[in-house]
């Protein structure tokens, strides 16, 4: 996501936001947007569910997912979604 991308709703007056959960690995940040994204009622977008359909066959998944992941979330920002994101 570009930080010059602003995802407005002009219409309603409503800024979407993309609630990013990133730390070390077993730190518990899965939990929390799961959380986040039930109480909230958000999509989740988690990175390590894209990287685990793709990491046997490609040597470069870890960045192929990071990719995917970021254009997911751009793109729900751009259809007017708030969006819960776990890295």
Not at 22 to 34: D, E, F, R, V
Not at 52 to 70: H, S, T
């Amino acid at each position: 996501l570009m930080q010059t991308q602003k995802p407005y709703d002009e219409k309603a007056g409503v800024r979407m936001v993309a609630i990013v959960l990133k730390g070390l690995p077993g730190s518990g940040k899965s939990t929390l947007a799961t959380e986040i994204s039930r109480r909230l009622r958000l999509p989740l977008i988690d990175k390590d569910v894209i990287r685990d359909v793709l990491d046997d066959p490609l040597p470069d998944a870890g960045r192929l997912a990071y990719d995917i992941w970021l254009q997911l979330i751009d793109r729900q920002l751009r259809q007017g979604l708030s969006v819960v994101c776990d890295s």
